[in-house]
């Protein structure tokens, strides 16, 4: 059992939500990133999510196009991600981490070589978005037999077909998209998002979590009341974004023990 699917057993038996959280590597400075990941296991997250900076992200609303333009003007590279990554599990061996970025810097790394670095520096999951998964069965296999998780996006839009093509290649958990657009925009439909998860649960049997659109205790406790989990990202880089460097780890913290707090409520 991986370290995610252990996570999210443990949180069932405890009558839980996950929490999950996204920054990218390398924002707002890359002597930040190791701390911050320390600092949101602190403020209660269970599962993190390390973007993979890239000049392209598609999936992104603006600010996590703007948290993947300062990384990249540092430099930040894959082998620095999996650097970063090695750090943090000196001291934490348990917090189950992803990779979340695109498939361009894998294929410049080479697909067996990253799934060989990712595993070798603690990696546990990848959520590749512009990996289809009907593509995916190989790079899932080879995942999977290094005991990391592949993980796929479902949309509002995701077929039936392509539904089932998700649950036979991911592990882990699923990633429910709630809204049509990027990250950071618009406002959720629970009631829609009940539905299109009780719609996906008859094919697919993981853990599903929901992002996009989550920026507060309130949402993630309405969006915790159907869904094994939530994800924040864009929510937390404005923070970071509006917070002197010297107090990030605090802030960051403090905000992601709010929505702790909400969910657990």
């Given at each position: 059992?991986?370290?995610?699917?252990?996570?999210?057993?443990?949180?069932?038996?405890?009558?839980?939500?996950?929490?999950?959280?996204?920054i990218t590597a390398g924002?707002?400075?890359?002597?930040?990133?190791?701390?911050?990941?320390?600092?949101?296991?602190?403020?209660?997250?269970?599962?993190?999510?390390?973007?993979?900076?890239?000049?392209?992200?598609?999936?992104?609303?603006?600010?996590?196009?703007?948290?993947?333009?300062?990384?990249?003007?540092?430099?930040?590279?894959?082998?620095?991600?999996?650097?970063?990554?090695?750090?943090?599990?000196?001291?934490?061996?348990?917090?189950?981490?992803?990779?979340?970025?695109?498939?361009?810097?894998?294929?410049?790394?080479?697909?067996?070589?990253?799934?060989?670095?990712?595993?070798?520096?603690?990696?546990?999951?990848?959520?590749?978005?512009?990996?289809?998964?009907?593509?995916?069965?190989?790079?899932?296999?080879?995942?999977?037999?290094?005991?990391?998780?592949?993980?796929?996006?479902?949309?509002?839009?995701?077929?039936?077909?392509?539904?089932?093509?998700?649950?036979?290649?991911?592990s882990g958990f699923c990633y429910y998209?709630?809204?049509?657009?990027?990250?950071?925009?618009?406002?959720?439909?629970?009631?829609?998002?009940?539905?299109?998860?009780?719609?996906?649960?008859?094919?697919?049997?993981?853990?599903?979590?929901?992002?996009?659109?989550?920026?507060?205790?309130?949402?993630?406790?309405?969006?915790?009341?159907?869904?094994?989990?939530?994800?924040?990202?864009?929510?937390?880089?404005?923070?970071?974004?509006?917070?002197?460097?010297?107090?990030?780890?605090?802030?960051?913290?403090?905000?992601?023990?709010?929505?702790?707090?909400?969910?657990?409520?």
């Amino acid at each position: 059992m991986s370290r995610i699917q252990t996570t999210f057993s443990q949180l069932a038996e405890q009558k839980r939500k996950a929490l999950i959280t996204f920054i990218t590597a390398g924002d707002p400075a890359p002597e930040l990133t190791v701390p911050l990941l320390h600092a949101l296991v602190a403020g209660g997250v269970d599962i993190l999510e390390l973007g993979v900076p890239f000049s392209d992200p598609m999936a992104e609303g603006p600010v996590i196009q703007r948290a993947c333009e300062r990384a990249l003007k540092f430099g930040i590279s894959t082998h620095d991600v999996l650097g970063y990554v090695r750090e943090f599990r000196k001291t934490n061996s348990h917090t189950p981490i992803v990779l979340m970025g695109y498939a361009n810097p894998i294929e410049r790394f080479g697909v067996d070589a990253f799934i060989a670095a990712a595993s070798e520096a603690g990696v546990d999951g990848t959520i590749v978005v512009d990996y289809p998964p009907e593509e995916c069965e190989e790079f899932s296999q080879k995942m999977q037999a290094q005991g990391m998780d592949p993980i796929f996006l479902l949309a509002p839009t995701s077929s039936e077909e392509r539904i089932r093509q998700v649950a036979a290649v991911s592990s882990g958990f699923c990633y429910y998209v709630s809204l049509k657009g990027v990250t950071g925009a618009g406002h959720i439909d629970t009631a829609e998002v009940a539905e299109r998860i009780a719609a996906i649960r008859q094919h697919v049997k993981l853990p599903i979590a929901v992002g996009f659109g989550i920026r507060d205790g309130a949402t993630a406790r309405t969006v915790g009341s159907v869904a094994d989990g939530v994800v924040i990202g864009s929510r937390i880089i404005a923070e970071l974004e509006n917070t002197p460097h010297d107090k990030a780890c605090e802030a960051v913290q403090a905000f992601v023990t709010d929505i702790r707090q909400a969910l657990d409520a």
